[in-house]
C-alpha cells in the first residue's frame, strides 16, 4: 500500500482520520459533480479538524490518501474498475485502476490503521434477493472488519427489512443518528425502527472504544439521516426507484453492475434532483464522521 506522508503522520501521532471510498465517485455519481463532490468532501473533512483518506487502487497500488489529480482520474476514466474486496488481487496483480466500495474501503482502512469510514449508501440485501442470492459483500465485511462506517441508511433499491436482519445476525452494531427511525438514504424515514440511536458523535466514539475492549471484531453502521431541508419523500422516491427495477429487469442487468446502473437511472428519472440529494447528505456525512474521529482520537 502507498500511504500519503500527510496520512501517515497523522495515524503516528494518533490525530483524527478519516476514510472516503471511490466507488461512490467513479460508479456512483456523473461526471464532474463527482470530482466536485469528492473534492469538496475532503474540503469538509479538513474542516472539521480530521485528515481526510480517499482510497482507491491506482497502477495496481492500493492507495491510502489522493491527490486532486488522482481524483480527477477516478471521476472520469472509463477504465477504472468497480472494485469489491473479492476483485482486489486481481486488479493488485494486473496493475490496474479500481475504485473501491465500501467493503474494499473497508479492507484498506482497516489494514492501514483508519477506524471512521464516510460514504453515502450502503450496500446490502437486494430486493428479490430470495431467488437472486444478491447480497452484497459490504455485509460480509462489515460482519469482519473492526471500521466504523458512516452512512445515510440503506437506498430502497435494497430489501432495507432483510438488510437490517442480516446486519443483527453477523452481530453488526447499527447506530442511528439523531432518530428512532432507521433512514433510508434520500428520505429520513423507512418504516424500520432504528435498532439503537445515539445524539452525539461522542456516544459513536464511546460505542466504538467499548466494542474494541469487548472484542468485537465486526465493523460499526452509524446511519445518519439526511438533513430535513434535503429530503425527498419516501413515497416519491419509491415510485422512481419501482420504475428503475423495473428497467433493470427489462434489461436484464445482473451482478456487479447492478447498483451502478439503478443509481444512474435514478438520477435520469428525477431529472438530477436525486443527485442534489446524494451530494448533500455526504456532505452531512462527513460532517459528522470527521467529528467521531475527532472524539476517538481525544
Ligand atoms: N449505494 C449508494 N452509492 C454508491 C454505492 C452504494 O448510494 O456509490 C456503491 C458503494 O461503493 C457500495 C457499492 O459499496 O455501491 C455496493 O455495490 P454492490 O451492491 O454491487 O455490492
Ligand atoms: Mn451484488
Same mark, same amino acid.
Given at each position: ?188 424515514? +423507512?418504516?424500520? !425502527?432504528?435498532? /439503537?440511536? @445515539?445524539?452525539?458523535? =461522542?456516544?459513536?466514539? $464511546? #460505542?466504538?472504544?467499548? %466494542?474494541? &475492549? ?59 434532483? +436525486?443527485?442534489? !440529494?446524494?451530494? /448533500?447528505? @455526504?456532505?452531512?456525512? =462527513?460532517?459528522?464522521? $470527521? #467529528?467521531?474521529?475527532? %472524539?476517538? &482520537?481525544?
Amino acid at each position: 500500500m502507498a500511504v500519503t506522508d500527510e496520512v501517515d503522520a497523522a495515524l503516528a501521532a494518533g490525530r483524527p482520520v478519516v476514510a472516503l471510498e471511490s466507488t461512490i465517485i467513479s460508479h456512483g455519481m456523473p461526471y464532474p459533480d463527482n470530482v466536485a463532490m469528492a473534492l469538496e468532501v475532503e474540503a469538509i473533512v479538513r474542516e472539521a479538524g480530521a485528515v481526510p483518506a480517499t482510497i482507491a487502487v491506482l497502477g495496481g497500488v492500493p492507495r491510502i490518501g489522493l491527490s486532486p489529480d488522482d481524483l480527477e482520474l477516478l471521476a472520469s476514466d472509463a477504465n477504472v474498475a468497480k472494485v469489491s474486496v473479492r476483485d482486489l488481487p486481481y486488479v493488485v496483480a494486473r496493475g490496474a485502476h479500481g475504485a473501491t466500495t465500501v467493503a474494499a474501503t473497508m479492507r484498506l482502512a482497516a489494514l492501514a490503521g483508519i477506524d471512521v469510514f464516510v460514504t453515502g449508501g450502503l450496500g446490502g440485501v437486494h430486493r428479490g434477493a430470495a431467488e437472486s442470492f444478491d447480497v452484497s459483500a459490504d455485509l460480509g465485511e462489515l460482519a469482519t472488519t473492526p471500521v466504523t462506517v458512516v452512512s445515510a441508511g440503506v437506498k430502497s433499491i435494497l430489501d432495507i427489512g432483510l438488510t437490517l436482519e442480516l446486519l443483527e445476525t453477523n452481530s453488526v452494531p447499527v447506530l442511528v443518528h439523531g432518530s428512532d427511525e432507521f433512514p433510508s438514504f434520500y428520505s429520513r424515514s +423507512s418504516g424500520f !425502527a432504528a435498532p /439503537a440511536r @445515539v445524539d452525539s458523535a =461522542a456516544e459513536v466514539a $464511546a #460505542a466504538m472504544t467499548a %466494542a474494541r &475492549a469487548l472484542g468485537l471484531t465486526s465493523g460499526i453502521v452509524v446511519a445518519n439521516p439526511i438533513p430535513v431541508a434535503d429530503e425527498i419523500p419516501a413515497a416519491e422516491i419509491g415510485a422512481v426507484i419501482d420504475r428503475a427495477l423495473a428497467d433493470l429487469e427489462a434489461l436484464g442487468i445482473g451482478g456487479k453492475e447492478v447498483t451502478p446502473y439503478l443509481l444512474s437511472r435514478i438520477v435520469e428519472l428525477t431529472d438530477g434532483a +436525486s443527485l442534489v !440529494a446524494n451530494v /448533500a447528505l @455526504v456532505r452531512d456525512n =462527513a460532517r459528522f464522521g $470527521a #467529528a467521531i474521529a475527532v %472524539a476517538h &482520537a481525544r
